[in-house]
């Protein structure tokens, strides 16, 4: 019975049908539990413990109900909260905005999750029955796999029935775009919708304020963002993720991994600030700074339209962090699960691709926990300083990089891009350290910015010495 | 003050290091990574796990507290046979700065004493616990008890009135003799 249901499966559903609902559960799930962590990092950041009362038994479950298992039952209690709690929406905001902009935030998240490359390339083989005398075989059997399933070689009849093996290859990951990291930029930039036209339809000065400072921010970042990422691509001339991983998957000197976080630091460190930047986290979060704006863009907001807010900005720390593995750090590569060697992307086993998404998503995780260490670790930025951050510091460093890069990639590889070998990997490491130098040389001769906060000499405040006109038109009436 | 007593602080100049920010945040990581470490792994947090652990129970050096100085949730005495002590003069709902004690005098049934209280309600929610009505009592009846975990689930369960009040003697003498 569940062996038919198997087969039924295999023929009738893609795989990435599966993988989407277990990826898409799997983040969902992530982020309820990122909140604990953040808690966690907090306070353990601060010298506490965080929370540890809630155990997944909820003092109603018997057996487990005095458990407390370290809070594991927390995040699934403040779901349980934000579900019950009222779903307040205050009079004179714009209703059908008010209730979209979260709804957006995730959504976008939730695209954005479908080009990540989760487990390379799997080869499988399937039985496909083709009616007798059919001309062209390959065509006919291409029609009967999914979308995207890719035969290997010829079928391969079986005596003399109708019936095929078919050697076929499909991506582990939901979609595979050639364009990956190009989708992931242009649809993450999207999510700044969310928060620009929750802070707007709130009809609230603090939360307005919020979505300006968020698209100052995002618009700002994004040029950086786009010049680090594009370090990495023109290295290997493709836009493709998996593809991307793929040409990580080999070593230099037996034992270095060829990942991009060891030819190109500055380009990652670039990269991280502008993720942190993205996501609107602190240092960054001036989008929602408390002290400042209330709540920021969600002040209104409350219950579960708040969660997809809350949701969303997790969700999209996990995103980033996913694209930063795959760029940066080789993906799902882990000694014992590449393929063979030219096409280390490739398997044959569906426990290797399930343990390279495993790989990934813990890798995934220790730059989520990066995220949270910055964030309990530096205190915000002023709004002038992130823009001098962005804009003149930044943009050139990512500029002379990306022209060091250019450079070196013209040199050793011409027009051809073959595997990065060691020399190249070891020249593009020094053109990292020389742009950096250069940049500590350079900021020396720059004149220094002109000093921002500085008292502006209003007429007749007390800042102003000049005492005030005896007879001003503008201040009599 | 002079004007030579005003020490002029200038703020330290950065260096290129400072100014290049990127070391100055990898020594702030390093910081939080050291706490989080003695956190997680050496277990040396700062938390009073409440109500398994009490600061009471505690060595004072380790955040805990004396509870012999403590002003917690007032008790009424009584004395040797039983009765309360109190004469129900009103020094206490006089000093007190609150207006939180509230007497009704009536005559004594008993001839040591020309009064005694009917009514004896002390609101715990506008105390402020400062003790003065501890020092204003002129025949040690009123105290301040050790006790300081009291809740109750309506504003009228926190005015404790005279039996209340007797209770709550009768609870922690053992503990805390006149």
Not at chain 1, 282 to 285: I, L, T
Not at chain 1, 294 to 299: F, I, R, S
Not at chain 1, 459 to 465: A, E, P, Q, V
């Given at each position: 019975m569940i062996s038919r249901v198997i087969e039924w499966w295999t023929v009738n559903i893609p795989p990435w049908v599966l993988i989407a609902l277990i990826a898409h559960g799997v983040v969902m799930l992530t982020v309820a539990y990122l909140i604990l962590l953040e808690r966690k990092v907090a306070s353990w950041v601060q010298d506490r413990l965080g929370p540890n009362r809630v155990g997944l038994g909820f003092g109603i479950i018997p057996i487990i109900k005095n458990w407390k298992m370290n809070g594991l039952g927390q995040p699934l209690a403040d779901g349980l909260k934000f579900i019950v709690k009222e779903d307040y929406r205050p009079a004179g905001v714009d209703k059908i905005l008010f209730t979209v902009a979260p709804g957006l935030m995730i959504l976008v998240i939730v695209v954005s999750i479908a080009v990540l490359p989760w487990g390379g390339i799997r080869q499988t083989q399937r039985v496909v029955t083709v009616p007798a005398h059919t001309q062209f075989v390959t065509e006919a059997v291409q029609n009967q796999l999914a979308q995207g399933d890719q035969i290997v070689g010829n079928p391969v009849r079986i005596g003399h029935t109708d019936q095929y093996q078919v050697t076929y290859e499909y991506p582990f990951q939901i979609a595979s775009l050639n364009i990956g990291v190009l989708f992931i930029l242009a649809v993450l930039s999207l999510s700044v919708y969310g928060v620009v036209i929750g802070g707007w339809a709130s009809n609230n000065k603090y939360s307005f304020l919020g979505g300006l400072r968020a698209t100052a921010n995002m618009i700002s970042y994004e040029i950086p963002l786009g010049l680090a990422v594009l370090c990495i691509v023109v290295m290997y001339g493709t836009l493709d993720l998996n593809l991307l991983v793929e040409k990580q998957c080999h070593d230099w000197v037996r034992f270095?991994?060829?990942?991009?976080v060891f030819t190109q630091p500055l380009a990652f460190i670039m990269f991280l600030i502008c993720i942190h930047a993205e996501a609107n986290r602190?240092?960054?979060?001036v989008a929602e700074a408390e002290q400042e704006l209330?709540?920021?863009?969600?002040?209104e907001y409350s219950a579960m339209r708040f969660a997809l807010f809350f949701l969303g900005e997790y969700a999209g720390m996990i995103t980033t962090s996913a694209v930063c593995v795959a760029l940066f750090f080789g993906g799902w590569d882990f000694p014992g699960l590449r393929g063979p060697v030219g096409h280390p992307a490739l398997s044959t086993s569906l426990i290797i691709c399930i343990l390279r998404a495993v790989v990934f998503y813990i890798k995934t995780l220790i730059i989520i926990f990066v995220f949270m260490w910055v964030r309990w670790t530096l205190p915000r930025f002023r709004f002038d300083q992130i823009m001098m951050l962005a804009w003149r510091a930044l943009i050139p460093v990512s500029l002379a990089l990306l022209m060091m890069t250019t450079v070196i990639v013209y040199v050793y590889h011409g027009n051809s891009y073959e595997l990065l070998g060691g020399s190249m990997a070891l020249t593009l490491l020094i053109a990292n350290a020389v742009v950096a130098a250069l940049v500590l040389i350079v900021s020396t001769m720059i004149p220094p910015a002109p000093a921002t906060n500085r008292r502006l000499t209003v007429?007749?405040?007390?800042?102003?010495?000049t005492p005030l006109p005896a007879a001003s038109p503008s201040l009599s009436n | 003050m002079k004007d030579s007593d005003v020490i002029v602080l200038e703020e330290p100049k950065l260096s290129r290091a400072d100014q290049f920010y990127l070391p100055q945040v990898l020594i702030g990581l390093g910081t939080t990574m050291r706490h989080m470490f003695n956190v997680v792994v050496r277990g040396q947090d700062r938390v009073v796990q409440y109500p398994e652990e009490k600061r009471e129970d505690l060595p004072v050096e380790k955040g805990g507290m004396l509870l012999k100085t403590y002003r917690g949730v007032h008790r009424l005495n009584k004395d040797e046979e039983g009765r309360v002590k109190c004469v129900a003069c009103f020094m206490c709902s006089t000093a007190c700065p609150a207006r939180c004690i509230h007497i009704e005098a009536a005559e004594s049934p008993?001839?040591?004493?020309?009064k005694y209280p009917a009514k004896f309600d002390i609101d715990e929610l506008r105390c402020i616990y400062c003790g003065m009505c501890e020092e204003a009592c002129p025949v040690d009846a009123i105290e301040l008890s050790h006790v300081y975990d009291i809740v109750g689930l309506t504003r009228q369960e926190m005015i404790f009135d005279k039996a209340k009040l007797l209770n709550v003697f009768d609870e922690t003498v053992k503990h805390e003799p006149m």
């Open positions: 270095i991994p060829a990942w991009n602190a240092p960054f979060d209330v709540g920021g863009y969600h002040t007429l007749g405040s007390r800042f102003n010495k | 008993w001839p040591d004493r020309e």
